[in-house]
């Protein structure tokens, strides 16, 4: 059995008699195509590059990615997957295919046109930032339901993908500077994006998609569409979708607050409408509540009611997130801060241990502000601007 760097030798020694008999291509296909799909992106993009450097012309290399996308394209005709519209998997396919052409358009152009890219490039950064809402549905809508149901590593696996992409998204923003002189960096990271999407879609489509299908209720998927509609669209626009009413009536009894009493409504009222966010996991690491400002920074949606905080967070911050709570627990420290810029926004990040009057710990606060507007504070303001108009 051929290990990773003998099968990028072979995937290469076959592209180069493709270069010298085109026509060859169908006579071994089927080969080439199992060598694609065994190999990562990142050995498929090595190998592309390094014929690229070896003065393999554009067209030879086009005929790889365009059998990997043709495969792909080909399995999801075969194997549709049967949803209503309205399914939240329905609407990540038409957002999949979306993405499919706009990286192939894009790889396409920086592989076969000499123009300048600068035009080309605008309009893939533009798509790319709009991208984030797909992986915004797919992190805090669906992956919190399929993990409620036993399974964790497809969507941790999947996250790290979001991640790379995301970074690659930072490295191409920074080469739109100079796009003429770093014009074989961009091809390089063009080809690498689009094959790693390949990738990316076709094991959502053949692994993460069925399973999700087998395991979730239709009233559970009912909940995932509300999410999707919490955080939105870009590409696709679904119909709307009205779920009936799910919310609990609110006892009208009144709780105990110690300091005073207030009504379950007058609670939630108030915790929503605080000027930050607030976010509160037990003793086990759940996630038990979060407040609802409809301004608030970070994206959260009641799936993850229940989630493990350590799968709220990007895999790379979890050893981080496991510290600070390990921390809390043994009573090392009862606060942690972190500070980061978003934007025109400076985001302020408090964790805080909660402890019962023995000092036994029951869980994290998180709060989390934008305190940009603070530091321009200045002077003091002792009046009532009470003709100030409500925005």
């Given at each position: 059995?051929?290990?990773?760097?003998?099968k990028?030798?072979?995937?290469?020694?076959?592209?180069?008699?493709?270069?010298n008999?085109?026509?060859?291509?169908?006579?071994?296909?089927?080969?080439?195509?199992?060598?694609?799909?065994?190999?990562?992106?990142?050995?498929?993009?090595?190998?592309?590059?390094?014929?690229?450097?070896?003065?393999?012309?554009?067209?030879?290399?086009?005929?790889?990615?365009?059998?990997?996308?043709?495969?792909?394209?080909?399995?999801?005709?075969?194997?549709?997957?049967?949803?209503?519209?309205?399914?939240?998997?329905?609407?990540?396919?038409?957002?999949?295919?979306?993405?499919?052409?706009?990286?192939?358009?894009?790889?396409r152009?920086?592989?076969?046109?000499?123009?300048?890219?600068?035009?080309?490039?605008?309009?893939?950064?533009?798509?790319?930032?709009?991208?984030?809402?797909?992986?915004?549905?797919?992190?805090?809508?669906?992956?919190?339901?399929?993990?409620?149901?036993?399974v964790?590593?497809?969507?941790?696996?999947?996250?790290?993908?979001?991640?790379?992409?995301?970074?690659?998204?930072?490295?191409?923003k920074?080469?739109?500077?100079?796009?003429?002189?770093?014009?074989?960096?961009?091809?390089?990271?063009?080809?690498?994006?689009?094959?790693?999407?390949?990738?990316?879609?076709?094991?959502?489509?053949?692994?993460?998609?069925?399973?999700?299908?087998?395991?979730?209720?239709?009233?559970?998927?009912?909940?995932?569409?509300?999410?999707?509609?919490e955080?939105?669209?870009?590409?696709?626009?679904?119909?709307?979708?009205?779920l009936?009413?799910?919310?609990?009536?609110?006892?009208?009894?009144?709780?105990?607050l110690?300091?005073?009493?207030?009504?379950?409504?007058?609670?939630?009222?108030?915790?929503?409408?605080?000027?930050?966010?607030?976010?509160f996991?037990?003793?086990?690491?759940?996630?038990?509540?979060?407040?609802?400002?409809?301004?608030?920074?970070?994206?959260?949606?009641r799936?993850?009611?229940?989630?493990?905080?350590?799968?709220?967070?990007?895999?790379?911050?979890?050893?981080?997130?496991?510290?600070?709570?390990?921390?809390?627990?043994?009573?090392?420290?009862?606060?942690?801060?972190?500070?980061?810029?978003?934007g025109?926004?400076?985001?302020?990040?408090?964790?805080?241990?909660?402890?019962?009057?023995?000092?036994?710990?029951?869980?994290?606060?998180?709060?989390?502000?934008?305190?940009?507007?603070?530091?321009?504070?200045?002077?003091?303001?002792?009046?009532?601007?009470?003709n100030?108009?409500?925005?």
């Amino acid at each position: 059995m051929m290990n990773n760097a003998e099968k990028r030798k072979k995937l290469k020694e076959m592209l180069k008699k493709l270069h010298n008999n085109p026509e060859k291509l169908e006579s071994i296909k089927e080969r080439f195509s199992e060598l694609i799909r065994e190999l990562t992106p990142v050995d498929i993009s090595k190998v592309e590059q390094e014929l690229i450097e070896e003065g393999i012309p554009a067209e030879s290399i086009q005929l790889m990615c365009n059998v990997h996308l043709e495969l792909f394209k080909k399995a999801i005709i075969e194997d549709e997957i049967d949803v209503e519209p309205w399914h939240p998997i329905h609407i990540l396919v038409e957002e999949h295919k979306d993405i499919m052409n706009v990286f192939d358009n894009f790889r396409r152009f920086m592989m076969e046109k000499e123009e300048d890219p600068r035009e080309m490039l605008s309009k893939t950064l533009d798509y790319f930032d709009q991208l984030e809402l797909y992986f915004l549905k797919e992190e805090n809508g669906l992956f919190p339901f399929i993990e409620k149901h036993g399974v964790v590593q497809p969507p941790a696996i999947m996250w790290k993908e979001h991640d790379q992409l995301r970074a690659w998204r930072k490295e191409l923003k920074k080469l739109s500077k100079a796009p003429q002189e770093k014009r074989n960096e961009i091809k390089e990271l063009a080809l690498a994006i689009a094959e790693l999407f390949t990738d990316h879609i076709y094991k959502e489509h053949k692994v993460l998609f069925p399973t999700a299908l087998k395991l979730i209720s239709t009233d559970e998927w009912k909940e995932i569409r509300k999410a999707f509609d919490e955080i939105g669209y870009f590409s696709y626009k679904p119909s709307p979708f009205y779920l009936e009413s799910q919310t609990p009536q609110i006892s009208e009894s009144l709780v105990n607050l110690g300091s005073g009493y207030m009504t379950p409504e007058q609670l939630k009222l108030m915790l929503d409408n605080l000027p930050f966010d607030i976010t509160f996991v037990d003793e086990t690491d759940t996630v038990k509540f979060f407040s609802e400002n409809p301004e608030r920074i970070f994206v959260r949606t009641r799936a993850i009611v229940g989630r493990k905080v350590q799968n709220c967070h990007p895999p790379k911050s979890v050893s981080i997130v496991n510290k600070i709570l390990k921390d809390f627990k043994e009573g090392k420290r009862n606060e942690a801060d972190f500070r980061l810029k978003l934007g025109d926004k400076y985001i302020y990040i408090r964790y805080i241990a909660i402890r019962d009057s023995d000092g036994k710990y029951i869980g994290t606060l998180e709060v989390s502000q934008d305190i940009a507007p603070i530091q321009k504070i200045t002077g003091e303001k002792r009046i009532y601007d009470d003709n100030k108009e409500v925005e």
